[in-house]
């Protein structure tokens, strides 16, 4: 037989929902407003490659964990992970140092076209 819920049934229900929405909410929030910070200075600067390709559109500019970086001479190594099995690096990728430019916020970001390819690299000036 059922029985209809009681008051604070509902009100928790009620809740619950409520907090997990602003959970999701604020979490989306953080999670676009940092990726979109690198998209809009790299966007306002009109930022292009060595071919004249803008290197950014929308959401495809990333920042890349420095421990994941290797530095050779003038060049970069960057190590990327399994998109399977996370942790494990899998591929790696060398940035010739003619194609690296100075990262305005000193961070190692990489922007990608569609099919995954580097558009654009960004670097930390080398210190003096």
């Given amino acids: ?4 819920p009681t008051d604070s049934e509902v009100v928790g229900s009620v809740i619950k ?4 929405l602003l959970a999701v909410m604020l979490f989306l929030h953080f999670a676009l407003s940092a990726a979109s910070g690198h998209d809009h200075w790299i966007n306002a600067r009109k930022f292009k490659n060595s071919t004249g390709e803008w290197c950014c559109g929308e959401n495809d500019c990333k920042i890349i964990d420095p421990s994941r970086v290797i530095q050779q001479g003038g060049d970069i190594v960057l190590l ?3 998109p399977q099995i996370p942790g494990l690096l899998r ?3 060398i940035v010739p140092e003619r194609e690296i430019m100075p ?4 961070t190692f970001t990489r922007c990608h076209r569609a099919d995954g390819s580097r ?3 960004f ?3 080398p210190s003096s």
């Avoid at 037989?1 to 209809?4: A, C, D």
């Avoid at 929902?17 to 997990?20: A, E, K, S, T």
């Avoid at 990262?103 to 000193?106: F, I, L, R």
């Fill in 17 to 20: 929902g409520v907090v997990f």
């Fill in 91 to 93: 591929t790696w990728e």
């Fill in 103 to 106: 990262s305005p916020d000193g």
């Fill in 123 to 125: 670097a930390p000036k």
């Fill in 119 to 121: 558009r654009c690299f």
């Fill in 1 to 4: 037989m059922f029985s209809p």
């Fill in 80 to 82: 990327h992970s399994d």
